[in-house]
């Protein structure tokens, strides 16, 4: 339990199912996506791949978060169905999350900024003590169902430099499985992946869509590197 709440990352039976399944009713008050803001909401860091070749787009439409402002899901909510880059425009502050289909990256900084949480579909009635968040969620990026091929470049150094390795699939050591002390920059080509900074998928996490990271400085995350590489796959949904 302890793993897993370090890095961000519930899985199925940490948390209680009840109700997902079922459409939730919005409290009084509760805010919709509107799709003009969303339109004008800043480009993503990354330079993303054709949605033709990145998702399936039936699975995108469904994906929907509602945030709320106190814990167990109490006060005003803001539902959610794709990136938003800056939660305060809705709400206040935000304690408690439901991701009823679909997953989520969060942020504790507006436009996709400082530390990160992988969320996958279930209830989160205090995420901030379940997963040690010190911040409220101020911005989140819905993750596109992916069913191609993976395929990520990862280099020493930043700016491409230092040893390179091209990765298909996991790993949960590079200094084990490529005798790699650390990954600084990385090229993802294909899918989508979750990059941790300690072996085994522990520590602190970053999400990568398809585009160059020459470093991660630009993205709230300064001086990380990252010792393990996790696929987004069909079983996180």
Known sequence: MSRLLAQGLLDKGLFSRAGINGRVKPNRGTVCHKSKEQQAAPAA???????????TSGMNMMSKIIFYEDRNFQGRSYECMSDCPDMSSYLNRCHSCRVERG?????????YMGNQYFMRRGEYADYMSMMGM???IRSCRMIPMYRGNYRMRIYERENFGGQMTELMDDCDNIMDRFRMSNCMSCNVMDGHWLMY???HYRGRMM???PGEYRNFMNYGMSGMRFMSMRRITDSCY
Do not use: G, I, W
């Open 103 to 111: 997953c989520f990256v969060v942020y504790d900084r507006t436009n």
């Open 197 to 199: 900074e300690q072996p």
């Open 207 to 209: 999400y990568f869509r």
């Open 45 to 55: 860091p990354a330079e993303a791949l054709p949605s033709s070749k990145m998702t």
């Open 134 to 136: 010190s911040d409220c």
